[in-house]
């Protein structure tokens, strides 16, 4: 099967705005399509995505989840020993993250997240008008989970610059990367000095982790690199998570009926956001030999760029793809990847997006939108920068 060309390019505020005309008409150029502005495949259909997420011998994340080729030329960045690596030494890192993140550990936070989610949501619901983006999407995680990883108090908001940075990396060297560089000047350095043994306290995932060094499970010099990637993965995709559910059940009014009627559909509502606005919306591989995929055949050091974004909307697999439904079964969506590479915070994510989302349902009838929302683009991340919002109150 010939492989079709594209000029698409999914790096551009056109595309950031409204990534969906862009999408269709990737799933229907073919199973695989060349963007031609990069040189590079791409695939955007549901089963050729979680295909290349599945088959980790095939498409390598060790040669980078970027753009650029670790293979062919020196990367721009240090690569992460976690998200770009492939066993054996993943299996190591993730063991001790599995260890670190079990079910028990997230279970133990959920009585103290779901009273900082109530707390907030009745602070929020005393203001009645907000931006729900810094005061929500991004206060919450931003309260809970540094406490979670045992970090100080102070100066938690350079995770956000820090999480920004590393998303806009994986994509080609433009504006928005610079931009990115320029806003983590201090950050960078405070998320390097916060992540040594010495910075957090001796509970918490921080400290679990640099434990893997005293049980030889992991160097000293791994230990701190992995309680980076665990920082990474649990802050920016969370923010993009939360205000994606908030701008999908203001903008959905039934949907957030049928949730204040049924508070345990909280945690759908989040899955079935994260299926329709996909925080994470691209992510690369690399084919390690020649692959059959879909029909077509990808030629050995292929670098192929996945639209999970794209994939969640396919109707190949979901039926209604554009709409949003909070009852939907969701099972099969790759808003956290899929493979050996799943999103590592996936557990902390859900239960921060239930308990949100808990929280206001029960105190409002109505999520209004106020103003026009502003998209954050990022060449990685789909996300809002702001969403002025009204709580009508139960």
């Not at 610059?161 to 990115?180: D, H, R």
């Not at 009926?257 to 994260?274: Q, W």
């Not at 996300?383 to 009508?392: E, K, N």
Request: proline fraction near 7%; glycine fraction near 8%; charged fraction near 25%.
């Amino acid at each position: 099967m010939a492989i079709p060309d594209s000029d698409i390019d999914p790096f551009c505020a056109e595309f950031f705005e409204d990534p969906h005309p862009a999408q269709e008409a990737l799933r229907e150029a073919g199973p695989v399509v060349r963007l031609t502005r990069y040189g590079i495949l791409a695939v955007a259909r549901h089963a050729e995505v979680k295909s290349v997420l599945d088959d980790w011998q095939a498409f390598t994340s060790a040669r980078g989840v970027g753009i650029q080729d670790f293979a062919k030329e020196q990367p721009a960045r240090p690569p992460s020993i976690v998200l770009e690596t492939d066993p054996p030494l993943h299996d190591r890192t993730r063991r001790v993250q599995a260890r670190v993140l079990s079910p028990a550990a997230i279970a133990a936070l959920r009585e103290g997240f779901t009273a900082a989610a109530e707390a907030l949501a009745d602070r929020l619901l005393q203001q009645r008008e907000f931006d729900a983006i810094p005061a929500l999407a991004e206060a919450y995680p931003l309260e809970v989970f540094p406490d979670a990883m045992g970090m100080p108090r102070e100066n938690r908001h350079h995770l956000l610059p820090w999480g920004n940075l590393v998303f806009n990396s994986f994509g080609p060297k433009n504006e928005y990367l610079a931009a990115a560089i320029d806003g983590a000047k201090d950050a960078t350095p405070w998320v390097f000095e916060q992540s040594k043994r010495e910075n957090l306290t001796a509970t918490g995932f921080g400290a679990g982790i640099h434990a893997a060094a005293d049980t030889g499970d992991l160097t000293a010099e791994e230990t701190p690199q992995v309680v980076r990637s665990v920082l990474t993965a649990g802050v920016d995709t969370t923010v993009s998570g939360i205000g994606a559910a908030v701008y999908c059940l203001a903008r959905y009014p039934a949907e957030f009926a049928r949730l204040r009627a049924d508070p345990k559909l909280a945690r759908n509502a989040f899955e079935e956001a994260v299926r329709y606005e996909s925080p994470v919306q691209t992510f690369f591989r690399t084919a390690t030999r020649e692959v059959d995929l879909g029909g077509a055949t990808v030629p050995e050091g292929s670098k192929v760029l996945m639209f999970l974004g794209a994939a969640n909307r396919d109707p190949r697999k979901w039926d209604r793809p554009d709409d949003y439904d909070i009852g939907r079964r969701t099972v099969g969506h790759v808003g956290f990847g899929s493979g050996i590479h799943a999103c590592v915070g996936m557990a902390l994510a859900r239960l921060e997006g239930e308990c949100v989302l808990a929280a206001l349902a029960k105190r409002a009838t109505r999520i209004e939108i106020t103003g026009e929302p502003r998209r954050r683009y990022n060449n990685t991340l789909r996300g809002l920068a702001s969403l002025p919002v009204r709580l009508h109150a139960a």
